[in-house]
């Protein structure tokens, strides 16, 4: 789907035109020259370390009560990647970043982005924004990454600590309950 309709520089409607082997979105008016390229948007991604476990949190937006997942941002302008790793930590956790390792570069076609993943270790009091509806502190060897997108990423982080890679199939938790982890329901 084309987000935009019209020209953000001149308002004409945008026109599908054959541009370097693509269709493109593009405005028809003489001297504007705008065109929609449509990149893939970079999104950083934190596999949280937090008191010797790994935080995944429910997006407050998810309907499906089973899935959580790595804590995710889009960067501001003039921040750096690992500048804004820790922000989105922050902002969405209150946790402070002592360390941030990349763990790779993740492509996400589907929703147009691109990751690029870290390893974060993290301090401080945990309490979630209302983005996000709950968290699992989770061992890491109960955890069960996706085959996809920010699954990968955790794979890598597991497979660098020699811990076995089992993916979660689809429909599956992303890990496995144990008593040693702490389903903890925050906000309301
Ligand atoms: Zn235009």
Redesign the pocket.
């Known amino acids: 789907m084309n987000p935009y309709q019209f ?1 953000p ?2 308002a ?1 409607p945008l026109v599908e035109r054959l541009l370097e082997e693509r269709p493109r979105h593009v ?1 028809p ?1 003489p001297d ?1 020259g ?1 065109v929609h390229w449509n990149n893939p948007l970079p999104v950083v991604a934190a596999v949280v370390e937090y008191e010797g476990r790994i935080l995944l949190a429910r997006n407050a937006a998810w309907t499906e009560p089973t899935m959580f997942g790595l804590i995710t941002g889009f960067l501001e302008k003039d921040e750096t990647p690992e500048q804004g790793v820790a922000r989105e930590l922050h902002e969405e956790t209150a946790l402070h970043a002592e360390s941030i390792e990349l763990l790779g570069v993740y492509e996400f076609i589907r929703k147009n982005e691109l990751i690029i993943a870290y390893h974060v270790k993290a301090s401080g009091t945990l309490a979630l924004s209302p983005e996000l509806a709950e968290y699992k502190l989770v061992e890491p060897k109960h955890l069960r990454p996706w085959r996809a997108g920010t699954g990968l990423a955790l794979a890598e982080w597991m497979r660098r600590r020699n811990l076995m890679v089992e993916f979660a199939e689809p429909g599956q938790l992303r890990w496995r309950a144990s008593e040693a982890d702490t389903p903890t329901p925050t906000g309301t």
Request: hydrophobic share 25%; glycine share 0%.
């Open positions: 020209c520089q001149c004409a405005c008016t504007c705008f």
